[in-house]
């Protein structure tokens, strides 16, 4: 099972919209609804922003939002503040019963 | 509030076999969540390992599935990782994860701080 795709890196000003995309195909993502994103701070270990693809844990900022569309998931960050800038990783169920992760972007906000 | 933390060897030599070993406090390993190993290399980003639950039913990524066992201890609270036949490539952090009622599908909700391996 190959690993989803994400773009390296994005970036944006503070108060703006970003979009990072997790492309997959019909093996996980597009069959499954149950996409997370994860956010990961340098040396820290990483945090579950959104889970079945647009569920926002408790104490996640509701700035935060994932959508589906076919085998591509997007998160969005609105209203773009410096303590968003860190690493974020998709995940997607998948067949065979496995989870697989995307390989990371790094967020810059500017 | 949950919390886990791994522990467990920081070298290991190749060929050798690695064991790690997750807490969890503040709750009950025999609770309805998945307990989870995920690792993290430079190269590679996440990957998930695998997942078990208190009954001992286990599910593994199928890359892995040949060297990877995955147990749970109820009496001491804690779950473990044995991975055998060690190579460089399985130098990276590794955390162990709780995958709420349902396992990792949906997602990894509490981590560990995470443990770095090398394999030297």
């Known amino acids: 099972q190959s690993a989803l795709t994400q773009p390296a890196s994005v970036s944006g000003s503070p108060g703006q919209s970003i979009t990072i995309s997790c492309t997959g195909t019909s093996s996980d993502i597009g069959t499954y609804n149950l996409v997370s994103w994860y956010q990961q701070h340098p040396g820290k270990a990483p945090k579950l922003m959104i889970f079945?693809?647009?569920k926002r844990p408790s104490g996640v900022s509701s700035r935060f939002s994932g959508s589906k569309s076919g085998s591509t998931a997007s998160l969005t960050i609105s209203g773009l503040q410096a303590e968003d800038e860190a690493d974020y990783f998709c995940?997607?169920?998948?067949?065979?019963?496995?989870?697989?992760f995307g390989g990371g972007t790094k967020l810059t906000v500017l | 509030q949950v919390q886990l933390q791994e522990s467990g060897p920081g070298l290991v030599k190749p060929s050798g076999t690695l064991s790690l070993t997750c807490t969890v406090s503040?709750?009950?390993?025999?609770?309805?969540?998945?307990w989870n190993w995920v690792r993290q290399t430079p190269g590679k980003g996440l990957e998930w390992i695998g997942e078990i639950y208190h009954s001992g039913s286990t599910i593994y990524n199928p890359s892995l599935r040949s060297r990877v066992t995955i147990s749970v201890d109820k009496s001491k609270s804690q779950f473990s990782l044995n991975l055998i036949s060690l190579t460089a490539a399985d130098t990276a952090v590794y955390y162990c994860?709780?995958?709420?009622?349902?396992?990792?599908?949906?997602?990894?909700?509490?981590w560990g701080q995470g443990t770095t391996v090398t394999v030297s």
């Open positions: 994860a709780r995958g709420p009622v349902g396992g990792a599908r949906f997602g990894l909700d509490v």
């Open positions: 079945e693809g647009s």
């Open positions: 995940s997607s169920y998948a067949v065979s019963s496995t989870v697989i």
């Open positions: 503040g709750g009950s390993v025999s609770s309805s969540d998945w």
